[in-house]
């Protein structure tokens, strides 16, 4: 029987694996679709997602990212990371390399998905495998998470998300976050010749449609477009707990507040770390506790902020009031890093 079986080869899923095996357990990855898979994704690391990566021993190439910049068209905010630079990276390379990794440390990938889990007192049996612990790392929309009834209503607007690359030269070292009335263009420095461009929305529409929001931006890129636009949401998504037994959520699957402070990535890899050393502890119920204490300031701060953006009386205050109070920005966006 093995220690601990992941149900999801994505980022979050791998790098749970990764954690594992370089802690000495026998971990095995179910993921159905071959690699790497791309999705609407922000595709830039924080300062701490960065170093994780080096932690774990896996080795990107992207393009340093020096701080996060809010534009509503007539003001401007920018916080410099302190510290050490971000990362902005394609999803599917991050994937590549995560697997690779993963691949090295004698990780077997199975290519199976993870539908009926069954629980007993000392082990999980799932796709044909007993293993002592499971990782549900299935997404945002996370099937197991579903089936083991810690799916929580969400209330409030439901929001979307939007990505497409354009074979553009970046103009900025920083992540430039574009406020509108109606929705955020978040634009990622990715490489020499190409930035990729989220937007985050809760009116429907197209990517055209909501980047029309933002003229001066649609118009540098106009005609760059280097790529299909995938899409992603509703984004909010809750979990009563992130522990049901011997099944562990992580990732996405864990409950996701919002894309705004661009944390997803980084917030997998530490709950990932967290995950694995309370299955090494053979301590499953303290994983809740960690993964709290591990996203508690994500999570207030992001909540915040989104409340703020839902408000029309408030949101556009958001980016003039981070350009008069920059030490307060700065202190909020390095919180964050």
């Known amino acids: 029987m093995i220690d601990l079986l992941v149900a999801g080869g994505g980022p979050a899923g791998l790098a749970t694996a990764i954690h594992a095996a370089r802690a000495g357990l026998h971990v095995v990855v179910a993921e159905p679709r071959r690699g790497p898979i791309d ?61 690779r990794t993963a691949e090295q440390l004698g990780v077997p990938v199975l290519p199976v998905r993870v539908d009926a889990v069954r629980q007993h007192d000392d082990r999980v049996h799932a796709a044909g495998v007993e293993a002592r612990y499971l990782a549900a790392a299935d997404g945002l929309h996370s099937p197991t998470r579903r089936a083991l009834g810690l799916d929580r209503p969400v209330c409030g607007p439901r929001r979307h998300g939007l990505r497409r690359h354009f074979a553009v030269a970046p103009w900025s070292d920083c992540v430039e976050v574009h406020w509108s009335d109606r929705a955020e263009a978040y634009v990622t420095p990715l490489g020499p010749q190409l930035v990729g461009v989220a937007v985050l929305a809760s009116g429907r529409g197209s990517f055209e449609q909501h980047l029309a929001c933002f003229p001066a931006l649609a118009e540098r890129l106009r005609s760059a477009a280097a790529g299909p636009v995938r899409g992603a ?67 207030a701060l992001t909540g915040a902020l989104l409340w703020t953006r839902q408000r029309a009386a408030l949101a556009p205050y958001v980016v003039p009031a981070a350009a008069r109070l920059p030490l307060l920005f700065s202190g909020l966006v390095n919180g964050l890093a």
């Open 39 to 99: 999705k609407a994704c922000g595709e830039g690391l924080m300062p701490g997602g960065a170093a994780a990566l080096v932690e774990l021993g896996v080795r990107l190439t992207g393009q340093p990212l020096h701080g996060i910049r809010y534009l509503d068209g007539r003001h401007r905010a920018e916080a410099r990371f302190h510290r050490a630079p971000g990362l902005g990276v394609r999803r599917t390379a991050l994937h590549a390399a995560l697997a």
């Open 233 to 299: 949401g509703p984004m909010r998504q809750r979990a009563s707990s992130r522990v049901a037994g011997r099944v562990l959520l992580v990732g996405d699957a864990a409950g996701y507040v919002d894309a705004l402070t661009g944390e997803g990535l980084s917030l997998a890899l530490s709950g990932a770390a967290a995950l694995v050393e309370c299955v090494r502890a053979d301590r499953p119920e303290a994983y809740e506790r960690a993964w709290r204490r591990a996203t508690r300031r994500h999570r």
